[in-house]
Each structure stands twice: as structure tokens, then as C-alpha cells.
């Protein structure tokens, strides 16, 4: 092959793989749209407010203090991000160790939102750390093994691998690595059950690290249950996640999901629901029995009374009403509004116990900086062009025919 014929056929690469067959100003032309205009502006503002956040410190961006050192970064990036993102453990776990073969439609795509909620999670983490290179140091310099803050430095950071070895599936197959594509095959499950193993220790460790903060924690939120119910809440929030999720995606890239895939939709989404459901009932329960083992019932009569009792009845029993009407009717929409009140319910949570409810009783209360909230408004839109660019080019949301038979 000479120097020519090389350079058309990468040309060609480029093209059909990147620019999905357009020329580029074909492909410039297709981007003009009020979707991409928006938070292509909203971008453009953001990218300086994160670089302005790593040369100016966190005294100048945030409102974070020693008094108040966790803030909306913690408790929507981190807390929220990676409750809402164990979809892909749930759907994975089901498909490759339970054999619930008629979840497969819907593997790759909780993956990928998995992989990128956990990423950018991590990636949020790096703006809130006050010395934002010395991350890798729980790994390598100071191993605090009976630390529950280096378990969950530890989980993260293998379950982010062990979830990039699953995305890697339709990675291979969109560059048609036939062979190292079935190396990657083999390797899946196995990641499949250490992720499982992972996500187990680092979503309940995330919950205990409020253990060591009794008189800081409000007592309506501080329980030793705190382990269980971030577990137990975690799952419902990223069955939720997945059914919204997919909601959108067959909204917006329906043209790319097979006709047998659309027929089947409404029926796993029903089935979803019903995960979704018991996993909820799991943790009302929980937090009643929390609630009743703390006796903290007398602070019921009080403004973070009325606070607690929004988060429990509106957004887990009132979902939990729902998701049943939905089971009994057999109607898919109601399940997608269930998930819909769910995931706005693990936010209301964990900012809740992240910033609400902690250090109740201070003097001085932290409310997020401006800045907090376009660097995490920020972290949402890249993760969305990411999620989009992704589906746009790769096999995400149907099946190339050349490797069914390795699925």
C-alpha cells in the first residue's frame, strides 16, 4: 500500500467512523442545532469557570470552608452520580450471571451511562479536592487500610476499570478488532461479577463515611442503617436512571434501536418497574425501621421534620404508589414517571445528607457559589455530548450482525 492509497483509506476512516459519512461541512452544517447551540454557548462559559477553578483555588470559587468542607460537589457529582449510575451493575449482573436474556437490548446502554456517571463523578472529585494531584496518593503513598474514605477511593477506581472493560465490547466492534473483541468477550463477565463484588463495598462505604459524623449528621438522617440504606437507594436510583435514560434514548435515537428491540421496550420496562418497586419497598422499610430503632420521632415536629418527611413520603412511598398502579395496569408510562419522581428523589437525598442536613445546628451555613453550579451543570454537558457521540457511532443501541453470535 503506498503513501496515497494509505492516507485516502484513513480519509475514509475518518469520514465513515467519525463524521458518519458526511463530508465535514456536511457534518459542521448538521451540528447547527438549537440543541447544540445552547450548551455549545453554555460550554463556552463553563470550560473557563472549571479553569478558572484549578488557578484560583477553592477559597476564590467555592463557598466550601473548614467549618463546611462537603458542598454540591460532593453530594450531586459524587453521591448522587454514582447512585444513579448502578444501572449497568443491576441490568449487567441480570443479563450475564441470571441469564435474564431479554434484558440484552438494554446492557450497552446502562454500561455506558454507568461508565460515564462513574467517570465523571471522579472526574467532579478532582475540583473538589483541595490538592487535586495528590489523588492517586491512597494507592500508592499513604495505604489507610482501615479508612473507609481509601475503600471508597479504592472501589471507585477499580469498578471504573471493570467497567471500561465492559464498554469495550462495541469499542472493538466499531473499530472491527474481530480478535481482540473476543478476548474482551471472555474477559466481561468476569468484570461483570467483580464489579458486582465493587459496587457493593463503595456504594454502602459512601453511607458509612457519615458514621464517624453522629453530632454533626441530623438525627433524622444519622442512623448506623446509613450503610444499608445508600446501598439499598443506590439500586433503586440506577434501575430508575436506566428506565429515564431509556426513555430518552429511544426518543431521540429511536432510528438506531431495531424494530424487535422498540416491541419489547414497554415490557422490560415494566419489568424494570418492578426491580425498581421492591428495591424502594426495601428502603422505606429500612428507613422506617431506622427512624424507630434512633427514636427521633419528636423531630418530625420541626422544619427538618417537614424536610425528612417530603423526602420519604414524596419521593419513596409516592413513587412506590405509583410504580404499583403501573405493575397492576400494565402501563409503561406510569413506570416512567415513577423513575422520573425516583431519581429526583436519590438527588433530594444525598444533597440532603451532603449539605442539608450536615452540620444542622452551625452557626454559619453553606449555600453553593455560582461557580458550583456551572462547573457541575458543566460536567453534565460534556458527559451528554460524550453519551451522544458515543451512541451516534457505535453499537450501543443495536447489534452489529457479523458478532451476535458471540452475545
Not at 494531584?133 to 482501615?146: D, E, H, M, N, Q
Not at 478488532?177 to 474477559?187: M, T
Not at 464517624?212 to 445508600?230: A, E, V
Not at 457541575?376 to 450501543?396: C, D, E, Q
Request: hydrophobic share 55%; aromatic share 16%.
Amino acid at each position: 500500500m503506498n503513501g496515497k492509497t494509505a492516507a485516502m483509506t484513513i480519509q475514509g476512516w475518518i469520514k465513515e467512523k467519525i463524521f458518519m459519512g458526511k463530508t465535514i461541512p456536511e457534518y459542521m452544517k448538521s451540528m447547527f442545532t438549537p440543541f447544540n447551540v445552547i450548551t455549545g454557548l453554555f460550554l463556552a462559559f463553563g470550560i473557563p469557570v472549571c479553569i478558572w477553578r484549578f488557578l484560583a483555588g477553592l477559597g476564590a470559587t467555592t463557598n466550601l470552608s473548614d467549618t463546611n468542607p462537603w458542598g454540591l460537589w460532593l453530594g450531586f457529582d459524587m453521591f448522587t452520580g454514582v447512585a444513579i449510575a448502578t444501572g449497568g451493575f443491576v441490568v449487567g449482573t441480570a443479563f450475564y450471571i441470571f441469564g435474564a436474556r431479554d434484558y440484552k437490548p438494554l446492557v450497552r446502554p446502562a454500561v455506558l451511562t454507568g461508565f460515564l456517571g462513574y467517570f465523571f463523578a471522579i472526574v467532579g472529585l478532582f475540583f473538589d479536592l483541595g490538592r487535586p494531584w495528590r489523588i492517586y496518593y491512597p494507592f500508592f503513598v499513604s495505604l489507610g487500610t482501615a479508612s473507609v474514605l481509601f475503600l471508597v477511593a479504592e472501589h471507585l477506581a477499580l469498578y471504573l476499570m471493570a467497567q471500561f472493560v465492559e464498554i469495550l465490547e462495541p469499542i472493538t466492534e466499531w473499530l472491527g478488532l474481530k480478535k481482540i473483541r473476543k478476548i474482551i468477550g471472555k474477559l466481561t463477565v468476569v468484570a461483570i461479577i467483580f464489579g458486582a463484588v465493587l459496587v457493593t463495598g463503595h456504594q454502602s462505604a459512601l453511607g458509612a463515611i457519615y458514621l464517624i459524623m453522629p453530632s454533626r449528621l441530623h438525627p433524622l438522617w444519622y442512623s448506623t442503617f446509613i450503610p444499608f440504606l445508600f446501598y439499598i437507594s443506590a439500586i433503586a436510583g440506577g434501575i430508575a436512571m436506566l428506565v429515564v435514560e431509556s426513555m430518552i434514548s429511544h426518543k431521540v435515537f429511536g432510528h438506531k434501536v431495531s424494530h424487535e428491540d422498540h416491541e419489547k421496550f414497554d415490557r422490560l420496562t415494566l419489568g424494570l418497574g418492578k426491580a425498581a418497586a421492591i428495591a424502594l419497598i426495601t428502603y422505606f422499610g429500612l428507613k422506617v425501621i431506622a427512624i424507630a430503632h434512633s427514636r427521633t420521632w419528636h423531630y418530625f415536629n420541626s422544619t427538618y421534620g417537614t424536610i425528612f418527611l417530603i423526602e420519604l413520603l414524596g419521593f419513596v412511598l409516592f413513587p412506590i404508589m405509583v410504580y404499583y398502579i403501573a405493575i397492576v395496569s400494565g402501563s409503561a408510562k406510569l413506570v416512567r414517571v415513577a423513575s422520573v419522581i425516583t431519581v429526583i428523589g436519590i438527588f433530594f437525598n444525598r444533597i440532603n445528607i451532603s449539605i442539608v442536613a450536615l452540620n444542622w445546628d452551625a452557626p454559619v451555613r453553606y449555600t453553593p457559589r455560582w461557580s458550583e453550579y456551572v462547573v457541575s451543570l458543566t460536567l453534565i454537558v460534556i458527559a451528554i455530548w460524550i453519551f451522544r457521540f458515543v451512541v451516534n457511532r457505535m453499537p450501543i443501541l443495536y447489534r452489529l450482525p457479523e458478532y451476535e453470535e458471540e452475545h
